[in-house]
Every structure is written in structure tokens, then in C-alpha cells.
């Protein structure tokens, strides 16, 4: 998107909307050094404006014209290593630009700990949290994403006054919702979800006295409503060959990429395997999925088990801990729970100079739909790639059928026979 498309209001001038986005970035409890990078791209772009003679408005030209100075465009992807910075510009003067046009800012990552909600609210929260693990059985992950997303909207409750939880009304709801909807619409349709969980316990405690979960609009989503990304093969080759062997970082790593575009495991049930579950005497792996309860077992190939023997023998550090995979500083601890592994990927494709043609996922997951669709171009049944991936449903397996792009082509309808037809 060019900044130039932006819907910003006239008339807004520049240093005061600056002044006013700090202090709510600060009020959101942005770290230090997230306050610094804004505070720097912000008083870099008054300072272009006053250099340019271009006033003190804040426009879409403005935007634009600040980011061609630094050869930075709207829609540009950075991936050469050190350029970061170029991503942080582009990314700060959006902020800016969506603080100019609504008045709010919205965190790419929210840190729990960095809300302070009212006693009252946290409270509340934390009896919550007891009913979804005693009654709802929710798993640890369901269970902190659900956290993060309840804390967001108590804080969003608190600055709109509402100091009180008996004091929700149904326009705060729809408020919140318009608040998030940026997010994708799987992302909108689970948070309201969580939402409309919380006001039925609200109201079962007699904390509402009208049930307001049915306020809440329904977000509908198609299960077909994307297709997944997937890496060309001669990108992963290179991707894998980028990976340097040599070292304790490149072991680990290599083994964990071999894991995910080779077998198919999920981050979460790469990050947490244990030692226990490599069985070298079948050549299998066995895990209990996290996202599905459900056990999954696995051909530990001569490929994988070699990478993985590499790295426990001459990268994994000696520690007490049982997981297979730790981080390669002192003092040598597991991944964290919320990690999703896409720094690994990240590191190596940006070394290997990998560019992807179009936008596309390019993180752990990615890999494991790599996986699927090329077994499917094989050929292979869709319920032993289920059996692989360890979907409970062949409805989440068929997704793939949509990104298998040489299957479809061999059933193109040739143009000539359409037009020859009419």
C-alpha cells in the first residue's frame, strides 16, 4: 500500500500528533527501546518536513516523500540482514498514520505483563481463568491466548471509563470488535469468541444482569478462505544448504528444519520433544500433539535421525533438562512456551538470501505446508497425509488440494476450447 492511499485528515499538525502518539504508546506500556524507535522515526520525519519546507501537516505525501528520502517504499519487503531498520520505518510511520486517522494504536505484540488492569478487573480475570481450567478443560496455550485477549479488551474497557465490569454496554462491544479489525477474520471470529465465553461467566456470576454474548456480531469465516504458502522446492533446497553445520546454532537449527519440512511437526510439538519420545530403536518418534490432544507417531528417516544424533552429540549442551532442543546460550534453557520458532527460519533464509516472488507465510508453518502439498503432488492418499500432519479431520487435510498448483493445471481448461465453444 503507498502512504499516499491513506485516509488521513487535514489539517493535523505534525508535532502536536507526535506529542500525542507517545504518550500513548507510553499509556499502552511500549518498552523503553520500542519508545525510543518511535520517538527517533518521528522526530526524523518533523525534521525532513521542516528541511523540505513542507509545513507542519501531517499528510499522505508527507509519508511518502519521508520514505522515499530513505528509498523505503509502502509495500517493500526487507529481508537483507542489517536493513531491519528500513522495515521499522516503514512500520512506524503506519502507526503514526493509523494514530492520525482514528485516534488509536494498536500493538503488533502485546506484552500481558506491561497492562496494569483495576483490582477489581484482575480479579475477575483470574477467577475466569480458574472456571476455563476446572470446567472448560482448556489447554495452557487456549488458555494464555485467551488471557491475552480478555487483558487487551479490559484495558480497552478501562479507557473508555468503564472502571466497573457491571458497567459494559453492548457499543463497547462493538467498539472493541472495530477496535481489532485490522486482525485477519479468523483472528476477529476467535476473539470474540473468547469475549462472548467471558460475558456468559459475567453473567452466571451475576456480575452482568443482561447476558450480552449475544450483542457480540458473528464474524463468519470460510474454512477455504486461504490458500496455504508453500516453498518452492529449489528455495528450501537452498534454504536447508544455507544452514552452517558446523556450529551449535546450525545443528540445532538444521535438525529442526529437517523436522518441520520433512516430517511435518508443528513448532509447538518440535519445541517441546522430549528425549524420552525419540525411539532409536523402532526409528520412530512419538509425541502427543499439543494442538489436538492426540498422539502421533512418526518414522524418525535416516535423514532426520542423523541430523538429530549430530546435534545431541556434538551441539546440544549437557543440562538436566529434557527437551531436545535448547537455546544456545548460558544457560541453556527449553524455548518458551509461546515461541513459534520463526526466528530460526528468519536467520537462515535471510543468510541464504532467500526472496519469495509473491507475499507469502514464510515461517515454521509454512514448512509443514510445503510438506503436505508435495506429497500430495505425489500422489499420496489424502488420509495418509492426515495420518502425517495428525489432523483429527480430513476437512483440515483438503485445504492443501488448493495450493497443489501443477494438479490444477493438468485439469486448465485450454482457452481456446472456451472460446471456440462460445
Known amino acids: 500500500m503507498e502512504y499516499t492511499d491513506f485516509s488521513i485528515p487535514l489539517n493535523l499538525p505534525l508535532e502536536g500528533l507526535v506529542t500525542d502518539a507517545l504518550g500513548e504508546i507510553e499509556r499502552l ?9 518511535y520517538r527517533a522515526i518521528w522526530e526524523n520525519l518533523i525534521k525532513f518536513s521542516e528541511r523540505k519546507q513542507l509545513g507542519d501537516q501531517f499528510s499522505g505525501d508527507l509519508a511518502a516523500r519521508f520514505l522515499e528520502e530513505y528509498r523505503v517504499s509502502g509495500g517493500e519487503q526487507v529481508d537483507k540482514p542489517g536493513e531491519g531498520w528500513r522495515r521499522h520505518m516503514v512500520f512506524g ?3 503514526l498514520a493509523d494514530f492520525a486517522e482514528d485516534g488509536r494504536i494498536e500493538r503488533a505484540f502485546t506484552e500481558v505483563e506491561a497492562i496494569h488492569l483495576v483490582s477489581a478487573m484482575q480479579n475477575t480475570l483470574r477467577d475466569y481463568e480458574q472456571y476455563c481450567k476446572d470446567r472448560l478443560h482448556l489447554r495452557p496455550a487456549t488458555l494464555d491466548g485467551r488471557r491475552t485477549e480478555l487483558t487487551i479488551f479490559l484495558d480497552f474497557l478501562h479507557s473508555r471509563k468503564a472502571r466497573a465490569l457491571d458497567q459494559i454496554q453492548a457499543v463497547d462491544l462493538s467498539e472493541f470488535v472495530s477496535y481489532r479489525d485490522h486482525l485477519q477474520p479468523k483472528t476477529v471470529a476467535r476473539i470474540v469468541s473468547d469475549i462472548r465465553s467471558f460475558l456468559r461467566f459475567l453473567t452466571m456470576r451475576g456480575m ?17 478462505a486461504t ?42 510439538d518440535i519445541r517441546t520433544l522430549k528425549l524420552d519420545q525419540l525411539h532409536w530403536e523402532d526409528s520412530t518418534i512419538e509425541v502427543t500433539q499439543a494442538k489436538t490432544g492426540m498422539p502421533l507417531i512418526l518414522p524418525l528417516t535416516v535423514e532426520v535421525g542423523e541430523a538429530v544424533i549430530d546435534y545431541v552429540k556434538s551441539g546440544r549442551p549437557q543440562t538436566a533438562h529434557r527437551e531436545v532442543f ?14 513459534n520458532l520463526h526466528h530460526i527460519v528468519t536467520y537462515w533464509r535471510q543468510l541464504a538470501g532467500i526472496r519469495f516472488r509473491t507475499p507469502q507465510k514464510r515461517g515454521m508453518h509454512s514448512l509443514r505446508h510445503t510438506l503436505a502439498t508435495r506429497l500430495l503432488e505425489k500422489g499420496t492418499p489424502f488420509t495418509t497425509i492426515a495420518e502425517i500432519l495428525g489432523h483429527t479431520s480430513l476437512e483440515s487435510t483438503r485445504i492443501y488440494a488448493k495450493a497443489d498448483v501443477e494438479a490444477l493445471r493438468s485439469v486448465a481448461l485450454d482457452p481456446e476450447e472456451v472460446n471456440h465453444a462460445e
Open 208 to 224: 452482568l444482569q443482561k447476558d450480552l454474548s449475544g450483542e457480540l456480531p458473528k464474524i463468519c469465516v470460510s474454512r477455504d
Open 227 to 268: 490458500i496455504p504458502s508453500v516453498w518452492d522446492q529449489e528455495l528450501l533446497v537452498r534454504l536447508l544448504d544455507g544452514v552452517d553445520r558446523s556450529s551449535a546454532k546450525g545443528k540445532r537449527d538444521y535438525a529442526i528444519l529437517l523436522l518441520a519440512c520433512r516430517l511435518g511437526l508443528r513448532a509447538g
Open 29 to 37: 506500556g511500549y518498552s523503553r527501546r520500542s519508545r525510543n524507535r
Open 326 to 339: 535448547l537455546k544456545v546460550n548460558p544457560p541453556f534453557n527449553p524455548f518458551m512456551e509461546n515461541s
Open 93 to 95: 510511520v503506519k502507526v
